[in-house]
Structures are given as C-alpha cells and as structure tokens.
C-alpha cells in the first residue's frame, strides 16, 4: 500500500500539469453539483446563452427556424427584425451557429436521459442543462490537456502547471465555463488550442490529416465567432521571426498549394448550418444580423484604452493575471523569439480590432469576454516568465506571491459577480473602489453607495460609447 502512495506521489510530483487539470475537473464539477444552476429555469438558457441554444432546440426538435421561444419565453434575446429578399419582415437570430454545433452531443445526451427521467422532452427539461454544463467542462478539459501539450513542448512541467494554474482561477475562462457555459467563449478557446496544435502538425510533416484537422478547426472558429478569424494570423505565421523564415514559410504553402486548396473548401463546412439557416429564413447566403440590429465596427474610433484598462469592462482591471502574460514577452524573445513575433502582432490587431466593436463593454458581462479565447497567446509568455523567475529562489516566492493574489482577487471578483455586487455593464472607478474586495453579501448601505456611483447612460446604446471614456479613471 505504502509503495503504491509512493508512486503516486512521485507521479503527481512529476506530473504537476496532469493534477492541475484533474483539480480543475474535480472542482468545477463539485460547483456545478452544488450551485445545481441547471436546475434553475430559464438559467443557462438565457439571453446571449438562449440565443446560441435556440439552434439545437430547432435542428434536432421542433424545426422552428423563427426561434418563436425567444420571444414567448423571459428573459430571452437574440431575435433581429430586417427585411427578407422578398421584401416581407421577418425575424433572424444575430447569434452564430458554432456553439451549437460543438454541444449537439450533450444536447442528444440530455434528450436521451429526459426519456429515462420521465421529464418533458422539449428541450428545456434540467437534463438538458446539465449536459450542456457537463459539456462546457469537457471541452475546458481538452482545452487544458492541448495547452499542456503546446507548452511542455517548450517549458518543463512545472512552469506548465503554474500557467494552467493562473489560466484556470485567475481569469474569467473559469466563469465562462461553470456559471455561463453556453456562450462561446470555452469553446473558442478550445478551438485556438487546438488549431495551433494541427498547424504544428502540419508544418512538420505536410501530412493531410492535420491539414484537413486544421481547416475543419479554423472553419469552428469562423462560425462560432467570426472576428476570431484573425487568429488565423497565429497558425499560418507560427515561428516565422526575420526575412528568412518568413521566406521558407512561403515556399512551404506554395509546395503544397493542393492541400490548401483542398483546405479551403473544408474550411467552409462548418458554415453550410449557418449559411443554410440564412438562406431558410431570408432568401439571403449571407446576413449581416448584428448590423441589421445596429451594431457595428467604428474602425476609427477604438476604444482601446477602455478595453484594457477601463472601470467598466477593461480586461486588466478584472482580469489582471493577464498582466503576467504580458510581462513574459521579453524573456519569451529571449528564450524562443522565434515564436514571440507571431504572438504580439496577433494580441495587437485582436485588441484593436475588440475595440472597434460599437458595444465594447460586450453587454451584460464579467470583464472584457472579449479576450477570453485570445488570451491563450499570452500563455508562452506567461510560461517564459514563470521559468525565468523559477531561476533564483526570491523571485520565485516574489512571483508565486504575485500570482495567488491575482488568482484570489479573480475568484472574489467571480463571487461578485454571481452575487449581483459587480455590476454586469455599469461599473465605473468609484463604484469598482468600493466594492473593492468586499466579499458577498453586501450589507443595503453598502450596495447604495454602490448605486450611487454606477454609470447612468443607457448601457445598450452604443451612440453613448464615448461618453463612457470617463469610467477609465
């Protein structure tokens, strides 16, 4: 017996990446079970969430492509009013299909148990919301487990296990997988993972099973969320850093053109849902749903000051293990600079572009969710840093130090937020300063004095973006 604990315990010691990810699966999975969201009604089937969901419920029930349960059910959203190529009016779902294609297993798996469970089968029973928690968590688990593939290809197992650490509870990855688990975010980040992996792959051996991989991966990416198409940027130009490598990448795509040709055109399966839909609804091959609904890129108004670091979404302030992230990429050029470029130039565009959306709060969130799935490009940085102050013993405790407290203030700000203290679109600097660290629940003076420093404007307006400018400081 004593044997058998001893190496366990060599194997966890060795394996450190391995039981950061098991504690992820062993925790989230309590919360779920606890917290029992799934139970609640609409709960995860709701607004943003619903509109992602209301594909699955169509496709695999009722074929109701007017998504009616939107509108007759509270607390829904999604539905955009424009005119068909017929001229009549109609209704059309600004949401994007990819979600729904990525949880159509655990939506057939809660149908099946809603059979066995003698509840209705109409796709809103608690069977089907459990399965699309236990989904959320599945693809946040493969997500970890290729993360710690890509980065033990560089760092050693301790400095992998630090990162998926700091990437598991201190950033808001974890509430958009246990508490907000339709919405795309896990699995975007599933998919850069795992579209950088391929890509590796494929730039090795010109092998077509990662080049079709690859392609199947990029074409999720575009369909779950189409201004994530600018990660592409990572996976074509991945360790190209001067003249000469970006010379030999050019002469590897033009090698093997056939396979990118073929590439292309599985590229745009996973679109045929979407473009069919559209197509169903309108008479159109492409609709442009959120600019039928108002919403559009200001390209020359970014506001990339209060996506960083503005009181009321800005990525730093709720989300500021990313801070580490950032700090790592000098010694990420000074340890492999070869894949440093392709990063920051990506992380550059992606802000920018993140900016330029109308509604840069992006709605009722916790922080700038926005940048979930990009943030995976901070995550090599993040590890060049960690393995650079592992060197000396006082900037280890310094950094571990460092990044409990980030961690510990992420898991305060995730409580607030579920709470109802952290306003979900309308915080600004003093309201964030006195809520500051204060743990649930909030006596009634306190939440007044809250109130009374929120952000007045109509938070849905985006005529309303520069008035904003104010909550940075």
Not at 224 to 233: A, E, G, S
Not at 273 to 302: D, I, R
């Amino acid at each position: 017996m004593s044997s058998a604990l001893h190496k366990i315990s060599q194997y966890s010691i060795r394996n450190l990446s391995i039981v950061a990810i098991v504690l992820f699966l062993i925790i989230s999975m309590a919360y779920r079970d606890s917290n029992r969201r799934y139970r609640q009604d609409p709960g995860i089937i709701s607004y943003d969430m619903a509109g992602y969901y209301a594909y699955m419920q169509a496709f695999w029930l009722n074929g109701d492509y007017s998504f009616s349960f939107l509108t007759s059910r509270s607390h829904q959203s999604g539905l955009v009013h424009m005119q068909d190529a017929k001229g009549e009016h109609v209704f059309v779902n600004k949401y994007s299909v990819g979600p729904a294609i990525m949880l159509s297993p655990f939506f057939l798996l809660g149908h099946l148990e809603s059979y066995y469970q003698e509840v209705p089968h109409d796709g809103f029973s608690y069977t089907y919301r459990f399965w699309m928690c236990t989904g959320a968590l599945l693809y946040a688990m493969l997500a970890l487990l290729i993360l710690r593939k890509l980065l033990l290809t560089y760092f050693d197992d301790k400095v992998v296990a630090s990162v998926l650490v700091v990437f598991i509870f201190g950033t808001n990855l974890w509430h958009y997988t246990v508490d907000q688990p339709i919405m795309s975010h896990v699995y975007s980040f599933f998919l850069f993972g795992l579209a950088i992996w391929c890509s590796q792959c494929w730039l090795k051996s010109s092998k077509w099973r990662y080049l079709i991989a690859l392609a199947l991966t990029c074409g999720l990416i575009g369909v779950t969320r189409l201004p994530n198409m600018v990660f592409f940027l990572v996976p074509v130009f991945w360790g190209v850093y001067n003249g000469e490598s970006l010379k030999e990448r050019f002469l590897f795509l033009m090698k093997n053109w056939k396979q990118i040709i073929v590439g292309l055109f599985v590229f745009l399966i996973p679109f045929v849902p979407q473009v069919a839909y559209w197509h169903s609804q309108t008479g159109f091959f492409w609709v442009e749903a959120y600019s039928e609904n108002n919403e559009n890129m200001y390209w020359l108004q970014p506001m990339i000051a209060e996506v960083l670091i503005g009181y009321r979404k800005g990525w730093l302030i709720y989300t500021p293990a990313m801070l580490l992230g950032l700090v790592g990429f000098y010694p990420l050029y000074k340890q492999y600079k070869s894949i440093m470029p392709v990063l920051l130039v990506y992380l550059c565009i992606n802000i920018y572009v993140v900016a330029c959306w109308g509604c840069y709060w992006y709605g009722g969130s916790f922080g700038m969710r926005a940048l979930i799935e990009s943030s995976i490009v901070l995550s090599y940085p993040m590890a060049a840093l960690f393995h650079k102050a592992y060197q000396v013993v006082w900037s280890t405790i310094l950094l571990s130090l460092v990044s409990l407290s980030l961690i510990t203030l992420n898991q305060i700000q995730t409580l607030q937020i579920n709470q109802g203290v952290l306003h979900w679109g309308e915080m600004s600097r003093e309201a964030y300063w006195t809520i500051f660290c204060k743990i649930p629940p909030l006596s009634e003076e306190e939440m007044k004095e809250r109130d009374a420093y929120l952000l007045k404007a109509n938070p849905w307006e985006e005529s309303s973006r520069k008035v904003y400018q104010q909550s940075i400081w």
